[in-house]
């Protein structure tokens, strides 16, 4: 459960991959490519930096640019979307995906042993252990054993070895908790069985959304995953408008503390409610760093 339970927070965009919904997703009126974005006005004394993330991505295709160290390494701090690096998140996410009625009783004795089955095929693990937790926690395990390679790398993870190596401060826009707690209330139960059922081993890193992040097109990714076949509309309430609105309203007050490198999802950069045009209408300026 272990490895589990840290993939459950660090891998949300990989976790939307597996559901399903219909959603008619706004095209963005971004027209260049970065996923690097500087934010400076509104009386900032030093700009402050976002950064668009891949939380898990297979090494071959994992690249840090140039530009996007160099922003980091000119920032006083890190802010990520939750700590994911917790000593403790093992007791809180154990707590956060425990359910209230066991799997073999909310389960129909069809769908219990299609999904053990499934289970056993492509993680090798049977049902039976995750009989106390959420279906929820199932996702984060066929997003493990889903990518098509073993070696796996994280965005954050490197950031934050970076920051620390060079004592920054790290900060968080929400805790475990809460961050699980909008994954819970994105999906029900019934999408997750039928994706369970309906599993593709290519649906977690397939080529088009690697693709759209080696160019840097966030139009793209945001394509990608806010499709009719990824997510539906409260998928998208949960996931990226309302913490959108947080993280935006939280983001003056870091700022002002000192330059920021803000490091997120791609999905929350761009789009209609985007933190890209949130920013902007809070009168900063938001601009690509292209090279």
């Not at 219909?22 to 030093?46: H, M, N, R, T, Y």
């Not at 707590?95 to 389960?107: E, I, N, Q």
């Not at 693990?125 to 959420?134: I, K, M």
Request: hydrophobic share 40%; proline share 4%.
């Amino acid at each position: 459960m272990r490895n589990i339970f840290r993939n459950i927070a660090a891998a949300t965009l990989a976790i939307t991959g597996l559901l399903a919904g219909k959603v008619s997703a706004q095209e963005p009126a971004e027209k260049d490519k970065s996923l690097l974005w500087e934010i400076s006005g509104k009386g900032l004394a030093k700009p402050s930096y976002l950064y668009g993330t891949i939380h898990m991505m297979c090494e071959k295709d994992f690249k840090v640019a140039p530009k996007t160290v160099n922003a980091l390494n000119k920032s006083g701090q890190l802010v990520i979307e939750a700590n994911v690096f917790d000593p403790e998140i093992n007791t809180i996410l154990a707590k956060a995906m425990a359910a209230d009625v066991p799997l073999s009783k909310k389960l129909s004795p069809t769908d219990y042993h299609d999904i053990d089955s499934i289970l056993k095929k492509t993680c090798g693990v049977p049902l039976a252990p995750f009989e106390n937790y959420r279906l929820a926690a199932l996702v984060s395990l066929m997003a493990q054993k889903s990518f098509p390679c073993k070696e796996l790398k994280s965005y954050e993870d490197t950031f934050v070895k970076i920051a620390q190596s060079d004592k920054k401060k790290i900060g968080y826009f929400e805790g475990l908790e809460e961050q699980t707690g909008y994954m819970l209330k994105s999906f029900n139960d019934q999408q997750i069985i039928e994706q369970i059922k309906d599993f593709d081993s290519t649906n977690m890193n397939n080529d088009k959304m690697v693709a759209a992040y080696k160019a840097e097109d966030l139009n793209a990714l945001y394509r990608c995953i806010t499709s009719a076949d990824l997510m539906d509309e409260n998928g998208m309430h949960w996931l990226l408008e309302v913490r959108n609105k947080n993280w935006v309203a939280k983001m003056p007050a870091m700022m002002q503390q000192g330059s920021a490198f803000f490091a997120v999802g791609s999905a929350h950069l761009a789009g209609p409610l985007g933190l890209i045009k949130l920013l902007r209408a809070q009168g900063y300026t938001v601009k690509p760093i292209l090279n």
